[in-house]
């Protein structure tokens, strides 16, 4: 059973930077899309960064296009997420998971397995 621990969240100021780190256990990453979700209070689960599983294919909604990168080590097991220039509407509980396909759509209800969350807080 694949399971996944989000790590890297906190708190940071606006414009500032993190990056967030997913590692994987019971199953390898290799061989699935990778995608990192956020969750701002009281509302729902976004994408906001998906790979394919070469990691030759990337795709970002206009939000956080240009200041987040999404990125994976397949020999390693991990994916990260390289947030910059972050604004206080980026803040959220980012989760990473994965999806047991190599290429395809990266939405929330199509994602097989899910990490328990980092919060990620930018302060004005």
């Known amino acids: 059973q694949l399971q996944l621990v989000e790590s890297g969240g906190g708190l940071v100021q606006s414009g500032g930077s993190l990056r967030l780190s997913c590692t994987a256990s019971?199953?390898?990453?290799?061989?699935?899309?990778i995608g990192w979700f956020r969750q701002a209070p009281g509302e729902g689960r976004e994408a906001v960064a998906c790979?394919?599983?070469?990691?030759?294919?990337?795709t970002y909604p206009d939000s956080v296009k240009g200041r987040f990168t999404i990125s994976r080590d397949n020999a390693k097991d991990m994916a990260y997420l390289q947030m910059n220039s972050l604004k206080p509407e980026d803040t959220g509980v980012y989760y990473c998971?994965?999806?047991?396909?190599?290429?395809?759509?990266?939405?929330?209800?199509?994602?097989?397995?899910w990490g328990k969350g980092t919060l990620v807080t930018v302060s004005v």
């Open positions: 998971a994965a999806r047991m396909r190599l290429v395809g759509d990266c939405r929330a209800g199509l994602m097989d397995s």
């Open positions: 019971g199953v390898t990453l290799n061989y699935k899309i």
């Open positions: 790979i394919s599983a070469s990691g030759g294919s990337t």
